[in-house]
């Protein structure tokens, strides 16, 4: 069972990026997915997590409120984060994970499964 960030990249202020989450070894169609990133000297922290193909209902953070989105296809296995309008304070390594169950959470201790991460650098 694998998950595969990509997607990331170096992007001025007010940029934009789409990383993808791919999965493979299992469909995750039926778990809830999640994006957390970590900056340097931080904790990890949550950024957007959607439901279960059966309801796709989308969870973000205040903080990416009206700038990111998060989609899932359950077709391709894979769990887009559509980022605009980037910040500096966006710099970080993003990584996605599958929740234990069909639904989203915030919590990082009901993820199961977890990509190696992506690299995001907002220049100001």
């Known amino acids: 069972v694998q998950l595969q960030a990509s997607g990331g990249g170096l992007v001025h202020t007010g940029g934009s990026l789409r990383l993808s989450c791919a999965a493979s070894?299992?469909?995750?169609?039926?778990?809830?997915m999640g994006w957390f990133r970590q900056a340097p000297g931080k904790e990890r922290e949550f950024v957007a997590a959607i439901g279960w193909r059966g309801i796709s209902t989308t969870y973000l953070a205040d903080s990416v409120k009206g700038r990111f989105t998060i989609s899932r296809d359950n077709t391709e296995n894979t769990v887009d984060l559509h980022m605009n309008n980037l910040e500096p304070e966006d710099t970080a390594v993003y990584y996605c994970?599958?929740?234990?169950?069909?639904?989203?959470?915030?919590?990082?201790?009901?993820?199961?499964?977890w990509g190696q991460g992506t690299q995001v650098t907002v220049s100001s």
């Open positions: 070894g299992r469909t995750f169609s039926n778990n809830g």
């Open positions: 994970a599958a929740h234990r169950t069909a639904y989203y959470s915030p919590r990082i201790t009901e993820y199961l499964y």
